[in-house]
């Protein structure tokens, strides 16, 4: 791949993944048990309302190619919310966790809006490593991390 293309997953990979995200929150919605990865997302799920009418269809959630006009790409969005939940309970990169207890704890930003600043920051550091066709640049994200702490 040319640094100028952009990696774009098939079709039935897509499907794959956002069959995941489908089958955690249908069993979460009839309250059958899920395991580790099920409960965050369907966690990260809930915390997005404003997803939910996604969740009606599931062809069309499978199928949808989401336009870009309001926004990012819901399903993009709570993918990369994931990640996130991972890196905090991971605490990897450690940066990570200590921007988000210092917004929640010393800023006093709510979890959920400071999540969404870090996650402007792995959102543009994933679209500028497929810009490049190169793995995300780890240091790059960290030192963007820290500003946050910084700011």
Not at 64 to 89: I, K, V
Not at 102 to 108: G, L, N, P, S, T
Not at 129 to 140: F, K, N, T
């Amino acid at each position: 791949m040319s640094t100028s293309e952009e990696y774009k997953p098939s079709r039935e990979t897509l499907r794959a993944h956002r069959q995941i995200f489908w089958d955690a929150w249908q069993k979460a919605q009839a309250n059958l048990p899920l395991d580790a990865l099920q409960v965050r997302i369907a966690r990260v799920i809930k915390m997005h309302p404003e997803y939910h009418p996604f969740f009606d269809d599931m062809e069309d959630f499978l199928d949808r190619d989401f336009e870009m006009n309001d926004g990012m790409n819901p399903y993009l969005h709570l993918s990369l919310h994931l990640a996130l939940e991972e890196q905090a309970a991971t605490k990897q990169p450690p940066e990570m966790a200590r921007a988000l207890e210092y917004m929640v704890a010393i800023k006093k930003i709510d979890r959920h809006d400071a999540l969404h600043k870090i996650l402007e920051i792995l959102a543009e550091t994933v679209h500028q490593s497929q810009r490049m066709g190169q793995e995300p640049d780890v240091l790059a994200y960290a030192t963007r991390l820290k500003e946050l702490i910084q700011s």
